[in-house]
């Protein structure tokens, strides 16, 4: 697919029913994997066993998150791989036949075989189409194309396990000449994403997601995480479409959102694989290694959204689900997307806006700007960004987030049994805490016997944290940290806001390292789960254990 015909999905913005296609972090191929070419590389076929292929996304993500994260699909399917292993995906390969553009170009069905080029490669996808993680439509835009420029959107496919799964369907080669030609009508997309503090702990650069160490998280520091390239917005042309089950019943521009009354609220927003890297410890997982920082406290101004829909005159009863989509689109014209339940978005109690200022200030173009969804006490994929259209539904959104990413699963389930349709999408999120100071394997200075240890800790729902345990005794002993910095105005059943805190810990004065324990108790004494072997998920989800950490002392 050239460039042109990308940018038409872009202008036509296209509102596809069709899960997006998402990002492959790691693909673990099972079994055998044999090659078959002749010397000629007159024919090619790949034997097919079966293996399961899934794989999940950005992710967000961030979520501010709305987060990850990418869900991805693979359903378990073994490819014959070349016994060239080590020949990097695209270049040149010596031992396969060169064909012209126009010959790839014929195949671009089942009947003719469905191939695509990336670089220089040729490639028969054939038999992996129905297995594509986004379904087959996506995939099959690029038939008898090059599918690098997907590649320049999802730019997480440029790993190692995507390129030799790749690899493995290799037939041919086209000149280095065409390549240049398909390379040409590629486009980054992120070329023109903000620029971004470089203290800023990066784990994905495309989309971009990233944290701030876990010091400066407690001193205020806010994180962007993003799904797809960030839009660049007009404030002049910009309007929000309302929709009742996809009729448009009211367009309004910023001005008439700006009429409404101002409503302002502290709350975190967090992203639902927060503190990931953690539960992958216990078995391996797929999605962003988040640490502690994939979450942001701020305060947020902005119209209710009760208000907003409130003058559409709807009947609540008659609706289950308010749906959001951002102008962030995907190559296809797919907007990001997610939907809350409609019982949340017309309660005045649950505070959800349109947000366009943060901390006072317009949203910077990270966070949303003009308009984003803050959905207080629900996890950050649903507090969609650069706002675009609203529409109330019997359904939940058909997004590819919503319906087959961020949802929470059995410590059982694996990759072979997974049906992401059984499983709600996560909606408010449970109660966690984390050290941000020291980090582990830190050396601490002891003064006066103790060291000092700081944090954060949060609950969905609304529920006001009542009590941080620390604890460097294997929970023999614990200590309650002091709860520092609270929203002191906020109601009960509305405490949006992270609890920072703090303790002065005792320790050994005759050890060199010790163990910290950490765990948050809310409202409702919903408390921490000990270990993420019981809670653990294949995509490292919801990942609220005992925060722990060692470190090293310095007497």
């Known amino acids: 697919m050239n460039l042109s015909y990308w940018k038409m999905f872009h202008r036509m913005r296209q509102r596809s029913q069709v899960p997006l296609l998402q990002v492959v972090v790691k693909n673990y191929i099972n079994g055998r994997r044999q090659c078959f070419t002749d010397k000629k590389n007159e024919s090619f076929k790949t034997k097919q066993d079966s293996v399961l292929l899934y794989a999940t996304y950005v992710a967000t993500a961030a979520s501010i998150l709305g987060i990850s994260y990418y869900t991805f699909r693979y359903k378990k399917s073994v490819y014959a791989l070349s016994k060239t292993q080590d020949v990097e995906c695209g270049k040149l390969r010596e031992d396969m036949r060169t064909y012209t553009l126009e010959e790839v170009g014929k195949h671009d069905n089942k009947e003719n075989r469905i191939w695509v080029t990336f670089g220089q490669g040729v490639y028969d996808i054939t038999e992996f189409v129905d297995k594509h993680p986004g379904g087959p439509s996506k995939i099959l ?83 962007p995480k993003n799904h797809l390239p960030v839009p660049e917005v007009d404030l002049k042309d910009y309007t929000l479409e309302l929709t009742i089950e996809g009729e ?57 959204l009760c208000d907003v829909l409130k003058d559409l005159g709807i009947n609540e009863d008659m609706f289950s689900h308010v749906q959001f989509e951002g102008h962030d689109l995907d190559p296809s014209g797919t907007p990001y997307g997610a939907s809350i339940p409609i019982s949340k978005a017309m309660d005045p109690r649950g505070d959800v806006i349109l947000a366009y200022e943060m901390n006072g200030q317009p949203l910077s173009r990270d966070h949303g700007f003009p308009v984003r969804v803050i959905v207080p006490g629900v996890v950050g994929a649903r507090n969609v960004k650069w706002l675009n259209k609203i529409t109330i539904s019997k359904q939940e959104s058909p997004s590819q987030w919503q319906q087959g990413d961020y949802k929470g699963f059995s410590p059982s389930i694996n990759w072979d049994n997974v049906d992401f349709s059984k499983s709600p999408a996560i909606q408010e999120m449970p109660v966690i805490s984390a050290i941000c100071s020291p980090q582990d394997s830190d050396a601490v200075e002891v003064k006066n016997g103790k060291v000092e240890v700081k944090g954060y800790a949060w609950s969905g729902g609304g529920h006001r944290i009542i009590r941080v345990d620390v604890t460097n005794d294997k929970g023999e002993t614990w200590h309650t940290a002091d709860l520092s910095g609270q929203d002191l105005k906020a109601k009960e059943g509305r405490y949006w806001s992270w609890t920072l805190w703090s303790v002065d810990l005792p320790v050994d004065e005759n050890s060199e390292e010790t163990e910290i324990w950490a765990k948050a108790v809310d409202s409702a004494y919903n408390v921490q789960p000990e270990s993420f072997r019981n809670i653990y998920n294949i995509r490292g989800l919801l990942c609220n254990a005992y925060h722990r950490i060692k470190i090293r002392l310095k007497q």
């Not at 009211?250 to 709350?267: G, V």
Request: glycine fraction near 6%; charge should be positive.
């Open 141 to 223: 835009m690029a038939a008898g194309g090059a599918i690098d420029p997907f590649w320049s959107i999802f730019a997480n496919h440029n790993t190692p396990e995507i390129q030799s799964l790749l690899e493995s369907m290799r037939i041919g080669n086209i000149s280095e000449e065409d390549a240049k030609s398909n390379k040409n009508d590629s486009h980054d997309a992120y070329v023109n994403e903000p620029s971004r503090h470089k203290a800023l702990i990066i784990n994905n650069q495309k989309p971009f997601c990233a944290e701030p160490p876990s010091p400066l998280l407690v001193e205020s520091f806010h994180t």
């Open 248 to 304: 448009t019943k009211e367009t309004i521009n910023f001005d008439e959102l700006k009429r409404y009354k101002k409503h302002t609220i502290t709350a975190a927003v967090m992203c639902g694989g927060n503190r990931r890297s953690e539960m992958a410890k216990v078995k391996k997982l797929r999605g962003l290694s988040w640490d502690v920082g994939a979450v942001g406290n701020a305060t947020w101004t902005g119209a209710r």
